[in-house]
């Protein structure tokens, strides 16, 4: 497992893919968070407290990193299969099963480091835009800091987030095998739930819907006032679909030639 791991890391560091994506996943996750700093603005407070979330307002870009994230992940793997370099792959790394733990854990880490940079990246932007908007004390809210233990998680779970959206990815990825087809499976695996839930006019369903996606469950972990469902727990249903993902990928990459 070690030397797979070294040779995934190898083949990550001197490949172009890696090189634009992770600090791409970073920019576009700033980026978005700054547009998002800049275009809201505070409603008034009423008796029984703030409902905006400061904290998942200077989080959105993550929504855009998401993409970026994906886009990598899929091209871990389904990229080798497009040029033939899979035999290649396989031929140097017999087993399976291990060549893609060996990926994952290496796409875990860049995702890991791009996500961090991202996400402190956005909450430093975030904390000189948003009070200028009127999210400040004089007006009810906390201003951004990682020494409040809320921030602290909502940043953590962002993390997390974009990591377990990158190993849905990369199952989806090991699936399917064509870049394009995949990269379109894991956004209709992202978006297609909101969507039904905002299609559909129960109020249950709606909420079981939004409770069932990967997307909204996971963005769950931002919230720092009373949100979708527990961060925690949302982040749970998000690695139960990152689970199954990669469990049908490695499926898929054990049974199928390549």
Excluded at 5 to 21: D, N, P
Excluded at 34 to 49: D, I, Q, R
Excluded at 160 to 183: D, F, K, M, Q, S
Excluded at 222 to 238: C, E, N, S
Aim: hydrophobic fraction near 55%.
């Amino acid at each position: 497992m070690r030397d797979q791991v070294r040779a995934e890391w190898t083949k990550a560091r001197t490949t172009a893919t890696a090189r634009w994506a992770v600090p791409a996943a970073a920019a576009a996750t700033v980026a978005l968070s700054a547009a998002a700093a800049a275009a809201t603005t505070a409603e008034p407070c009423p008796s029984a407290g703030c409902v905006q979330d400061v904290a998942r307002i200077g989080l959105s870009g993550v929504q855009a990193g998401q993409a970026v994230v994906a886009m990598l992940a899929v091209l871990v793997i389904a990229g080798e299969y497009g040029t033939g370099t899979i035999r290649t792959t396989l031929l140097a790394m017999p087993g399976r099963t291990g060549l893609l733990a060996a990926k994952a854990v290496v796409l875990a880490g860049l995702t890991a480091a791009a996500a961090t940079v991202g996400v402190l990246g956005s909450l430093l932007v975030g904390r000189f835009l948003l009070p200028g908007n009127g999210f400040d004390p004089e007006h009810g809210h906390r201003l951004l800091s990682l020494t409040d233990g809320s921030v602290l998680r909502a940043a953590a779970g962002s993390v997390l987030y974009l990591v377990l959206v990158a190993l849905l990815a990369l199952g989806v990825g090991a699936a399917v095998r064509e870049p394009a087809p995949a990269v379109a499976v894991v956004l209709g695996l992202l978006y297609l739930f909101p969507l039904l839930a905002v299609l559909t006019t129960d109020p249950d369903a709606q909420l079981a819907l939004r409770r069932l996606s990967p997307m909204d469950a996971g963005l769950a972990a931002q919230t720092t006032t009373a949100g979708l469902m527990d961060p925690w727990l949302g982040l749970g249903v998000l690695a139960a679909w990152a689970a199954a993902a990669l469990g049908v990928g490695g499926a898929v990459l054990r049974l199928r030639d390549a």
